[in-house]
């Protein structure tokens, strides 16, 4: 079974630091895998995803992540953090066959101190 | 255009109580799905919708637990005899499913269930 692991499940970072989020994936192909943040009361929101086209992958706010298949990460970063940032943050991956469901991490909180 | 809505935002119930959730998805999206956020357990899939398919429900936790698909549109879960540990956030979630397991799921903002 597929699974992905978040390393942290808080993070606290300055206002215009390096945002790092770690996340680890188990699965014996590449899978596709995925970035969602969710607000405080909301639902969940993409910000990026990765389909094998590119292992860079550019999502939305700034944020971007790595596909590293010798490490089997898939990290979020952004270099400068912003107050609105402040969020939980959910690494999801998809197998390539068969159920469709998304298998997510445990989550990480991120804190943006001003 | 509209998102994926989902009602009520919070239902409060009796512990034994049947409850039923409902969620409209993005029209013209036929995949649905459901999954449950708790404190304990994370983000957990409880069941997928594709078309005119049989629904894949490996993730239901429980025989009290059903949901259905009506019109290839809405769904209702409905959780029978609920119990504490019933007590989450259940999340909907929609997608195109053109490409498998590439497409983007876009998710309500939830029903957060509370069981007395």
């Known amino acids: 079974a597929q699974s992905v692991t978040q390393l942290g499940s808080h993070v606290s970072v300055s206002e215009g630091a390096l945002v790092l989020l770690r996340c680890n994936y188990s699965s014996s192909v590449p899978p596709y895998l995925f970035w969602y943040v969710q607000y405080p009361n909301q639902g969940l929101q993409l910000l990026l995803k990765y389909t094998s086209a590119a292992t860079l992958v550019k999502g939305i706010n700034g944020f971007e992540a790595e596909f590293k298949k010798s490490e089997t990460s898939f990290h979020l970063t952004k270099p400068s953090a912003h107050m609105s940032d402040a969020a939980e943050y959910f690494c999801?991956?998809?197998?390539?066959?068969?159920?469709?469901?998304?298998?997510f991490g445990s989550g990480t909180r991120l804190q943006v101190q001003p | 255009g509209a998102g994926v809505s989902q009602s009520p935002s919070n239902k409060v119930t009796e512990k034994g109580k049947d409850v039923e959730l409902r969620c409209d998805p993005i029209?013209?999206?036929?995949?649905l799905y459901w999954y449950r956020q708790s404190l304990g357990q994370g983000l957990e899939f409880l069941i997928y919708f594709q078309g005119n398919s049989a629904p894949d429900k490996s993730g239901l936790p429980s025989d009290r637990f059903s949901a259905e698909r009506t019109g290839g549109s809405v769904s209702t879960l409905t959780i029978q005899r609920t119990q504490q540990e019933d007590s989450a956030v259940y999340l909907c979630a929609s997608s195109l499913d053109w490409t498998g397991g590439a497409d983007t799921q876009y998710f309500g903002p939830g029903t957060r269930l509370t069981v007395l």
């Open positions: 999801a991956v998809s197998d390539l066959t068969g159920r469709r469901a998304l298998t």
């Open positions: 029209s013209g999206h036929t995949a």
